[in-house]
């Protein structure tokens, strides 16, 4: 559902777009494609090493659907008719890059066996699979302990299945393709964070600069803490009336009621508006919807760095948690996988590329512009592109102009 109101006297837009999900909108086909595979190995890779095992994977319950294998996340009997037009299958991904089978010279009483559940925020607990592991001969570490680390393992690895579940709803629900790419370290960590914040009712201050991503990470923490029929409304304060914040939220609240209301750029806000956001905060915090859901506040700043009133830290500091967004230069290791992404939105099939001293150099700028700023880079080099490759010469003076 889309909806756009205005402000009384002039007429600015207070609201943007209200989503409210609906059983067809829920994103249950989640792709096993190479970048899910090519995350997951690192997760287990990593986790082997760490806990001296000499064999780690996972086993997944997948379906075949138009050509592709999917993991099902679903919650009812409905949705498990659905798959049985697919053919069903066990796909294996495992720490090692051998071909042979995987758990063919396993031990019983040195291996483990562990669910992978996932569930959504609302509905039951869906089993995808096991993850399965056998420690190296000698190992000192106790039984009970690499349970524990394994647990962790597997938590790790839903979390991951979450964040492509909340990818292909930005592409199906939102319309667009805001959604975070990449399989850095800095990304997991952030998984990890939005995972504790969306369980939590205390609002959420996402704190970072233009381009990191602030829209998609009160997307996925509304994924994350809300069922899907809840609605997404997102509002800007930088176009409020000043004066008539009381009046507005209020509107905003009667559409948000159980789900999320996303409030950008809460540093404009004037001290009397935001004296009246304190005000309705506390009332609405405390009013359950359908007995169960609260209204869930996120709120962003301009920039990391934004100066703040007395009044607006404090309520800030002792009324929510904050949420830091990792810069481009935090992500790295996913320059590569941005920029590929972003030449094939733009290149238009054709054989663009950069070579791979032209990647090097890609990858060591300092990106002061985040996301947006290497977007930006590629649409020109696309354009300017006369053969199939760009070189690190040809990369150079670009680079300096961004």
């Known amino acids: 559902m889309i909806g756009l109101f205005k402000a009384s006297n002039t007429h600015k837009p207070v609201a943007r777009a209200i989503h409210k999900f609906n059983q067809s909108s829920t994103a249950k086909w989640v792709p096993v494609n190479k970048s899910f595979i090519t995350l997951t190995k690192i997760i287990l890779r990593a986790a082997s090493e760490r806990l001296s095992l000499v064999q780690l994977a996972i086993t997944l319950r997948c379906v075949t659907h138009q050509g592709y294998r999917h993991l099902l996340l679903v919650n009812d009997a409905q949705d498990l008719q659905i798959a049985a037009i697919g053919q069903t299958e066990e796909f294996i991904i495992s720490a090692q890059d051998s071909i042979g089978a995987p758990f063919a010279n396993f031990k019983a009483e040195a291996a483990y066996s ?39 393992v597997a938590d790790e690895i839903v979390r991951t299945i979450g964040r492509y579940q909340t990818r292909y709803r930005a592409i199906h629900v939102y319309g667009d393709q805001s959604y975070w790419i990449g399989n850095s370290k800095a990304l997991r960590l952030l998984d990890q964070q939005m995972d504790l914040l969306a369980k939590g009712n205390l609002p959420v201050l996402v704190r970072a600069d233009k381009g990191t991503g602030k829209v998609i990470a ?52 004037s001290p009397g508006d935001f004296q009246h956001l304190h005000e309705f905060w506390r009332q609405a915090s405390q009013a359950e919807f359908d007995g169960s859901y609260s209204l869930k506040l996120i709120v962003s700043l301009s920039r990391f760095d934004c100066a703040l009133s007395k009044m607006q830290h404090h309520w800030l500091q ?17 320059i590569r996988d941005l920029a590929q992404f972003f030449i094939g939105e733009f290149a238009l099939g054709e054989g663009f590329d950069l070579t791979e001293d032209a990647w090097r150099l890609l990858e060591s700028a300092p990106w002061q512009g985040n996301v947006e700023q290497l977007k930006q880079l590629i649409k020109k080099l696309v354009l300017m592109a006369d053969g199939n490759l760009i070189n690190a010469e040809e990369l150079a003076p670009l680079l300096e102009l961004h």
Do not use: M
């Open 114 to 152: 562990l669910p992978i559940d996932f569930k959504p925020p609302l509905g039951n607990i869906q089993r995808l699979g096991y993850l399965v592991a056998q420690s190296r001969p000698g190992c000192s570490i106790k039984r009970e302990q690499v349970i524990k680390d394994l647990a962790l």
């Open 318 to 334: 002792h009324h929510a948690r904050e949420l830091h967004l990792p810069s481009l230069k935090e992500r790295r290791e996913d």
């Open 218 to 269: 009160a997307r996925s923490l509304h994924c994350l803490g809300r069922p899907e029929l809840a609605p997404f409304i997102e509002s800007d304060c930088t176009e409020w009336e000043q004066g008539n914040a009381a009046s507005i939220l209020q509107s905003l609240h009667s559409f948000a009621n159980g789900g999320t209301l996303f409030l950008r750029n809460l540093d404009a806000l």
